[in-house]
């Protein structure tokens, strides 16, 4: 919790609405734990491989679809933080107005790509539930996380469409300069 006069350090603080606390911590929650699956996973595998010979059969497909996952999960929760990697020498030259201006457009843009994104990767969704793709030794379907990213990045985009809107204070970008 952020003490008064100080910036909050959470995106929710940040913008006031207690309605988002919930989401941050139910993805904050799942990134947290599917990392924490995924390094007792590794930690078994070697463990397992280098004493006792014996490697986890299945063990690198778990970790690739954990890891999309984790990756995935945790985009939404970037964008809503803006923890993304920004560049402020344009910034600096603008008048606030000015830079406001520029913080909307660019989630602006953000929410077209992210939808354009969502359009092609549910097309290909489509395409390999179709197919019935599976992994190669465990056979887990590929389909249902291929759908889980496009869920993932439409939230995104929906997450950028609220920021180019409400864009806050920005205060989130000068915490990188």
């Not at 690198?60 to 939404?76: C, N, Q, Y």
């Not at 803006?82 to 603008?94: A, G, N, S």
């Not at 291929?146 to 915490?175: E, R």
């Amino acid at each position: 919790m952020s003490t008064p006069g100080q910036v909050p350090d959470r995106p929710a603080e940040r913008a006031g609405h207690t309605w988002e606390r919930p989401f941050d911590a139910l993805l904050g929650l799942a990134a947290s734990a599917i990392l924490l699956c995924m390094m007792l996973l590794t930690f078994v595998d070697v463990v397992a491989r280098y004493l006792f010979n014996f490697p986890l059969r299945g063990g690198f497909e778990i970790t690739e679809l954990m890891l999309l996952v984790l990756i995935f999960a945790g985009l939404p929760l970037v964008s809503h933080a803006d923890e993304h990697v920004t560049m402020d020498f344009i910034d600096r030259m603008l008048p606030p107005r000015g830079a406001m201006l520029v913080v909307r457009l660019a989630h602006a843009l953000c929410a077209a790509v992210m939808f354009f994104l969502t359009w092609q990767v549910w097309i290909k969704a489509g395409k390999i539930a179709g197919y019935g793709d599976t992994t190669d030794v465990l056979r887990i379907t590929v389909g249902p996380f291929v759908y889980f990213m496009d869920a993932m990045i439409a939230l995104t985009g929906l997450v950028h469409v609220y920021k180019a809107f409400v864009p806050g204070d920005g205060s989130a970008n000068q915490a990188t300069t």
